[in-house]
């Protein structure tokens, strides 16, 4: 796509997990294959060369275009100013974590980054633009835009993972390939999945009480009951000015109590969110089983205003728990103003989970209900992905998106390096723009490698795919080319700087196949309607 990169804005959240021992290769189908996993990659280097915008020459460079490396500022990021209605989004935080820039293959071929299935940005995006205002450059992350709209990947059979990889040319980007890599993870039938023990912490402080927050929390929790099975159990924690057990672990057999606890909830207090994951973790392990899925979903607003503040503090709290006692996290984000995205989408990445934001009833509805088995159930975890482009086809590359979900080389192989958490049924998708050598290097373009951590033998399994174009784009790689250059022209990206909302428009329009897609299509008019 095509603009002067932010500066690096991420929050410094890099927490090891422990080793994870033991290593296994599968036999793979469909140019899949599994690797050893003793050979180390080649390291960074971090001097590479950086090649100029995508209409100066081959060759030339531009130091200004490249995405800068300063301090990232307080914890919970920026605030952003009042809508033009005059509608105060008060307190509303987020961080940029920069922008990719176009890497020279001959100086640094390899990509690698942790699998992210987050969607929160989008639907926080969503929000803003029905509510009549642009949102702030910080809140759009483009893999979260990319991510939200389900690819036709076909599932796995006989493993826990399929790679895809496909591309063509860029629409919005001239003389480049747009490349598509995606995985897409096993599919576990409701009946098959194994009982889930879930604690819901929610946050029932006085901010809860805006815009009927925690109605629409009570709203998504009884669709989240309802989908349940008989074998599960349910605890509720709460918090305000402090922390209590609203309902200790109950079985689904035992619906009528735990509806009833939820239509008790009610706001009050100041916002102790660290005392509430404290004791919500707490519980988590005395119902922990072997067995079972033991998973905490948070429900709140982010905001945390008594007791530990920091989001490093907060972090502190779910470590131990997260490595060592096998509970993963769900954070769900919920409210405009006075609402801590920074804190929600930090504590799902270092708690073995997921982030999502609710901003209806019907994302609700997709979240607990369409996309319940992916929800709660983790089929693989500390999951990276490495790409290693092959210099005699590909001139340079940049990856759109995944900026705060960017590792080091060779943390590739190294098991104790904390990355990402894909569930039943879940597509991850990563887009890269590339420029090739030539128009008979298509066929190869390199190798992508996914690394995981199987949950169910917590074995690792790296398996690779090989990398092709085939020079024209699908209709559903179309329109995720237009979403994703929505999403860098509205976070200002540098390589969008020469790009029209408008174009988006039309693209679009053109490829776009289902409800949700067209939903999209009312954003992007909606929002050329704000900028005009």
């Known amino acids: 796509m095509k603009g002067k990169p932010l500066a690096a804005a991420g929050l410094a959240a890099a927490i090891a997990c422990s080793a994870l021992a033991g290593c296994s290769g599968s036999s793979g189908t469909n140019a899949q294959e599994s690797t050893g996993v003793d050979s180390a990659p080649a390291a960074r280097n971090e001097a590479a060369e950086r090649p100029a915008k995508k209409?100066?020459?081959?060759?030339s460079t531009a130091a200004a275009d490249v995405a800068s490396s300063e301090p990232a500022p307080p914890a919970y990021g920026k605030s952003m100013p009042a809508p033009p209605n005059g509608?105060?989004?008060?307190?509303?935080?987020?961080?940029?974590?920069?922008?990719?820039?176009?890497?020279?293959?001959?100086?640094?071929?390899?990509?690698?980054f942790a699998v992210d299935v987050d969607t929160g940005s989008y639907a926080i995006v969503r929000n803003y633009i029905e509510g009549g205002a642009?949102?702030?450059e910080d809140a759009v992350r483009v893999e979260e835009f990319v991510n939200y709209f389900e690819p036709g990947y076909p599932a796995p059979k006989d493993q826990t993972f399929a790679i895809h990889a496909?591309?063509?040319?860029?629409?919005?980007?001239?003389?480049?390939?747009?490349?598509?890599?995606?995985?897409?993870?096993?599919?576990?039938?409701?009946?098959?999945?194994?009982?889930?023990?879930?604690?819901?912490?929610?946050?029932v402080s006085g901010s809860m009480d805006r815009d009927n927050r925690l109605g629409l929390v009570k709203q998504s929790l009884h669709l989240l009951v309802d989908s349940l099975e008989p074998s599960d159990q349910v605890a509720i924690v709460t918090y305000g000015s402090d922390a209590r057990v609203a309902l200790e672990p109950t079985s689904l057999e035992d619906k009528s109590a735990i509806e009833a606890a939820i239509d008790a909830l009610a706001p009050s207090g100041s916002?102790?969110?660290?005392?509430?994951?404290s004791l919500g973790y707490q519980v988590a392990e005395r119902q922990w089983s072997r067995d079972a899925i033991n998973r905490v979903i948070l429900c709140s607003d982010g905001v945390a205003n008594v007791?530990?503040?920091?989001?490093?503090?907060?972090?502190?709290?779910?470590?131990?728990?997260?490595?060592?006692?096998?509970?993963?996290l769900t954070t769900v984000g919920f409210g405009m103003g006075n609402y801590n995205d920074t804190l929600m989408e930090q504590l799902a990445n270092q708690g073995d989970g997921v982030y999502a934001y609710v901003d209806s009833f019907t994302e609700a509805r997709r979240l607990f209900v369409e996309n319940l088995a992916g929800t709660l159930q983790t089929i693989a975890t500390e999951a990276k992905i490495q790409v290693e482009f092959d210099p005699e086809a590909v001139e340079r590359y940049r990856l759109l998106?995944?900026?705060?979900?960017?590792?080091?080389?060779?943390?590739?192989?190294?098991?104790?390096?904390?990355?990402?958490?894909?569930?039943?049924?879940?597509?991850?998708?990563?887009?890269?723009?590339?420029?090739?050598?030539g128009d008979d290097a298509r066929d190869r373009l390199g190798t992508a490698r996914l690394r995981y951590v199987d949950a169910d033998t917590n074995r690792v399994e790296e398996w690779s795919a090989p990398l092709r174009t085939s020079g024209e784009l699908s209709d559903e790689l179309r329109f995720l080319a237009a979403v994703a250059e929505y999403a860098e022209l509205l976070r200002g990206s540098y390589w969008a700087k020469d790009g029209s909302m408008d174009d988006v428009l039309e693209l679009a329009e053109a490829s776009a196949r289902d409800e949700r897609e067209l939903q999209f299509v009312t954003m992007v008019k909606d929002t050329l309607a704000l900028m005009r």
């Open 87 to 112: 509608e105060a989004y008060d307190d509303m935080y987020f961080d940029h974590a920069g922008t990719n820039p176009f890497i020279a293959t001959e100086e640094d071929p390899l990509s690698t």
């Open 134 to 136: 642009l949102p702030p």
């Open 307 to 328: 007791g530990e503040t920091s989001a490093e503090g907060i972090l502190d709290t779910i470590r131990e728990y997260a490595g060592d006692q096998n509970i993963t």
């Open 401 to 437: 998106g995944y900026e705060n979900r960017d590792l080091r080389d060779e943390q590739f192989r190294d098991d104790g390096a904390d990355a990402g958490e894909v569930g039943a049924g879940h597509a991850v998708t990563a887009l890269y723009e590339v420029k090739l050598t």
């Open 166 to 203: 496909d591309g063509g040319s860029s629409p919005f980007g001239e003389g480049y390939e747009l490349l598509r890599i995606g995985i897409k993870g096993k599919e576990i039938e409701a009946a098959d999945r194994p009982p889930a023990n879930l604690t819901f912490v929610i946050d």
């Open 271 to 277: 916002t102790n969110a660290e005392e509430g994951l």
């Open 55 to 59: 209409s100066e020459a081959a060759g």
